[in-house]
């Protein structure tokens, strides 16, 4: 399953600051992908399609706009798309090294820190946001030199400010490192990530971080808006669901590794989050073949 997601190799060079692709597509043909460098993908006449971003796979509206991390796996197929005309879109790719931590820490760049923080997960925009910035991206490919840049870095703050954002993958396909307002979050995250396949009790994770248990219940959920148990279930699935794209374990391995204590609580689970069960999500995985 592995040979179906491609290390994509982007011609960004040493001294690039950002690469802009602005092309007319009648179908979707490049594999699930990944890669180094931040991308932002605009995509208009293609409802119908398919989104993969990481765990998730959701079908696009009429205009799509997302951010995906550094080595998140994403791409779009064709789905239910009908191809009555081509689809225009425009991918913007800039690396990790253009925002450096010095940088990000400045107080007026705190949205695009959380913005980039975001894109670990994959991000949707609203369709108002859309609305907002799709004069600037379409300009954009026609400006040159520091014009450019500039527009570059007023659509990055757009995204930054935006409402109705939406996290598209689990919260385990986020490093441990993006708590970093949080020591003790930080050290709950690995807690549970080096035990997520035993059976934790919330006593011993409190215990680990030297709180009570009320404490510690009240910061994961003020943190996380979730239960403990949620959050560690949310990372399980995390596991569970990358097993199921990388390995040809079968689900009851695949359950039993991930910590969850049966097959029919598991499926209730993942199915829940993913509105499928694990079989089904990993037929629908290997279906889509053909992306951008």
Request: hydrophobic share 35%; with cysteine.
């Amino acid at each position: 399953m592995k040979d179906l997601i491609h290390r994509e190799i982007t011609p960004l060079r040493n001294n690039d600051t950002f690469l802009v692709f602005d092309r007319q597509r009648p179908v979707f043909t490049f594999p699930i992908h990944f890669h180094p460098e931040y991308e932002i993908n605009f995509i208009s006449n293609a409802k119908g399609g398919k989104r993969i971003v990481g765990d998730h796979i959701g079908v696009i509206e009429q205009k799509e706009l997302v951010i995906v991390g550094p080595n998140l796996y994403h791409g779009w197929e064709n789905y239910k798309n009908t191809k009555d005309s081509p689809f225009h879109e425009i991918t913007i790719q800039f690396p990790r090294e253009l925002f450096p931590k010095e940088l990000l820490d400045r107080n007026i760049l705190k949205p695009i820190s959380e913005l980039l923080n975001n894109a670990n997960r994959g991000v949707l925009f609203s369709q108002d946001t859309i609305n907002q910035v799709e004069g600037k991206l379409l300009a954009l490919s026609q400006k040159r030199g520091f014009d450019s840049f500039l527009e570059f870095e007023s659509i990055l703050y757009d995204l930054a400010i935006s409402r109705d954002q939406q996290l598209l993958t689990n919260i385990s396909f986020q490093r441990q490192n993006d708590f970093h307002n949080s020591e003790r979050l930080e050290s709950i995250y690995k807690y549970v990530k080096e035990n997520y396949s035993h059976k934790i009790k919330l006593d011993d994770a409190a215990k680990h971080v030297n709180m009570t248990v009320i404490s510690f219940s009240r910061l994961i959920k003020q943190r996380t808006g979730k239960s403990f148990i949620e959050f560690v279930n949310e990372i399980r699935l995390g596991y569970a669901t990358r097993s199921l794209i990388d390995t040809n374990k079968s689900v009851a391995e695949i359950c039993y590794h991930c910590g969850f204590n049966n097959i029919s609580n598991f499926n209730r689970i993942f199915k829940k989050r993913q509105g499928c069960t694990p079989s089904e999500f990993r037929i629908n995985f290997v279906g889509t073949r053909n992306v951008l």
